[in-house]
């Protein structure tokens, strides 16, 4: 009797054990900071001139917070942008990570996107995150972000897109 | 006992799964920009030309109109609405000289510019009624100062038929307006 007992007990943890580990397959979470960007380019005040055409936000421009699952974990940031309600095709995004955060984040790293990448309509994977500990939390991952295309060529209009980050296991 | 701690903590677990289970995973920010309407012209370089007719200098002889100056170039910027219409320049002067026409015509744009250019209208002979020099601009830009946009030729030339209204006189200045509007 007491070795079933015993058993079940043994069933028991092997079944917590197998949903935690399901779990951290799933487990990862991020929010997304900072603020929204409002490009501001110069007014052109001279026949002839065109706009510089590119421009670059504050290098702390979006604050993503980056969770690990309770087990060790291997994730992506990946992102991609969708038209708000206008964009044209000749304008490009791009995105840079300027830091690598804050916060006890011990034997945890992130790798990639410390050049610009241009993002497009589909997701396109930023950086990893690694993750040694359990439940790892980075905070104030800074990303920049930098517009390029700006031209009198493009109709006068308000321009808007929204940037949507997702993190995922890899 | 066991049975009812097990089951306790089987649920607490499932409890924390369930927040797990809808933790956030995507978060989005916001970009954008206003890009006005706009509509600029100017002449490069700055300052007059003089065009100076030449005396005849043997009995029964025209005077004689200068060579054509060449040395203002027109920039523009040109910025539309979306599904609007194209623009235009023109060109008028302040008075005309008895006797004399003035004659412009703009050349082909060049330089460092871009976006839908204007096609010129060739030459014409300048009236203090507005007329159109360049047309079918759209978003575009000439770039600016000389020898970018579209190259101006400028004359001043006697009329015959009207021989008789040609007077002496000196410094007589005109004014060209040139003005980019939208069809």
């Known amino acids: 009797m007491k070795y079933r007992m015993c058993h079940k007990q043994i069933q028991l943890i092997a079944f917590i054990l197998l949903l935690l580990i399901y779990k951290s397959g799933i487990a990862q979470s991020m929010s997304v900071g900072g603020n929204n960007w409002s490009v501001s380019p110069p007014a052109i005040t001279e026949a002839g001139k065109n706009y510089v055409g590119i421009y670059e936000s504050p290098d702390n421009q979006i604050l993503l917070t980056l969770t690990g699952p309770l087990l060790l974990g291997n994730m992506h940031v990946s992102a991609h942008y969708e038209a708000n309600p206008l964009w044209d095709n000749n304008l490009k995004l791009s995105i840079l990570r300027t830091n690598s955060g804050t916060g006890l984040c011990l034997l945890c790293s992130l790798s990639g996107n410390e050049n610009y990448i241009q993002l497009n309509t589909t997701d396109i994977t930023l950086f990893n995150f690694t993750t040694a500990a359990l439940l790892t939390t980075v905070n104030n991952v800074a990303m920049k972000l930098k517009v390029s295309g700006v031209s009198v060529v493009l109709p006068a209009a308000t321009y808007g897109c929204k940037v949507v980050f997702t993190i995922s296991p890899n | 006992m066991k049975i009812v701690f097990n089951i306790t903590l089987l649920l607490s677990i499932l409890s924390i799964s369930d927040v797990t289970l809808f933790a956030q995973t995507t978060g989005s920010k916001n970009v954008s920009f206003a890009l006005p309407e706009i509509s600029f012209v100017d002449i490069e370089p700055s300052g007059s030309l003089s065009l100076s007719l030449i005396a005849p200098n043997e ?99 006697p009329i015959v038929s009207s021989y008789s209204l040609i007077k002496a006189q000196s410094n007589t200045q005109v004014q060209i307006t040139y003005t980019i509007s939208a069809n």
């Open chain 2, 59 to 157: 009995a029964g002889n025209p005077i004689v109109a200068p060579a054509a100056n060449k040395s203002k170039w027109l920039n523009y910027t040109s910025a539309i609405q979306t599904g609007g219409g194209t623009k235009h320049i023109t060109a008028s002067i302040s008075s005309k000289i008895p006797g004399f026409d003035i004659k412009l015509s703009a050349a082909a744009a060049s330089g460092s510019g871009g976006g839908t250019l204007g096609t010129s209208t060739g030459q014409i002979t300048l009236s203090t009624t507005a007329q159109t020099i360049i047309s079918g601009i759209g978003g575009a830009y000439t770039g600016d100062g000389t020898n970018n946009g579209h190259q101006l030729t400028i004359s001043i030339v």
